[in-house]
């Protein structure tokens, strides 16, 4: 029996991964598999009752695990781009000041660019989630240190990327502007970069982050099957 952590549902199977993503790749046949991502369960992918996907509910196992609360105050969290599953998770969770942040969506709470936070004080956030937003943006690296600046000097920051596994380096060009091009290099036609993962893990600690790295071994055994999540995933969590 498979189970979500996100809505607690119990059923067979999650959904698989929508065919457009193979049928795309294998029309511009590109030299890497969907397999090859690390945090990617293209066969048991979204929930069937509230459609989570396998990295919404990696991140509610760790808030539901893992994630210590403030003694004296309400947990403050920054949700950048949020996806709308995940956004209802956190909202539900007691004691908390919850802010949504994008550059272009209107059903944010802020409209902000991820690369000049200017709009939050230092140490802010208790928790920020930014999953799958610092492959879109131009410099991600200016990204990073303000993530870092926003983050309270005891919070925890879900940062995660796409990462090919089979990447020796990354590959970015923030100025590609052919749409088949960017598919096919970056995986997306939206992305800028596709990261190599001991570059990402780079990246992230210049900015100043100390980085864990929580696989499945860092939680009960047969958590990641039970909760559709594949061996090779991992949660990369930043902290001061």
């Not at 293209?42 to 991140?59: A, N």
């Not at 000041?97 to 936070?117: C, F, H």
């Not at 990204?143 to 005891?154: C, F, N, Q, S, W």
């Not at 925890?156 to 088949?180: G, H, K, R, Y």
Request: net charge negative.
């Amino acid at each position: 029996m498979r189970s979500c952590p996100v809505c607690s549902s119990e059923f067979a199977n999650f959904l698989p991964l929508p065919s457009h993503y193979f049928e795309m790749l294998n029309e511009l046949k590109v030299s890497y598999s969907l397999e090859d991502f690390e945090t990617l369960n293209t066969g048991q992918y979204s929930c069937p009752c509230c459609h989570s996907s396998d990295r919404d509910r990696l991140y509610a196992l760790f808030v539901r695990t893992f994630l210590a609360r403030p003694a004296n105050r309400p947990l403050r969290i920054l949700d950048i781009a949020p996806a709308p599953v995940l956004s209802r998770f956190l909202r539900s969770m007691v004691d908390i000041e919850y802010r949504s942040a994008d550059l272009l969506s209107p059903l944010a709470d802020d409209i902000v660019d991820i690369m000049d936070m200017n709009l939050y004080a230092d140490n802010a956030f208790d928790l920020i989630v930014c999953s799958h937003v610092l492959e879109h943006v131009p410099d991600d690296r200016k990204a990073i240190a303000e993530l870092y600046r926003v983050l309270d000097t005891d919070g925890v920051a879900i940062l995660m990327v796409p990462i090919l596994l089979t990447a020796q380096a990354t590959d970015e060009d923030p100025d590609e502007v052919d749409v088949n091009v960017r598919w096919a290099r970056f995986g997306q036609d939206d992305h800028v970069r596709m990261y190599a993962k001991h570059d990402y893990m780079s990246r992230v600690r210049g900015g100043g982050f100390e980085l864990l790295e929580l696989d499945s071994r860092s939680f009960a055994e047969g958590t990641f099957h039970r909760h559709g999540i594949t061996e090779q995933s991992v949660l990369y969590i930043g902290t001061k």
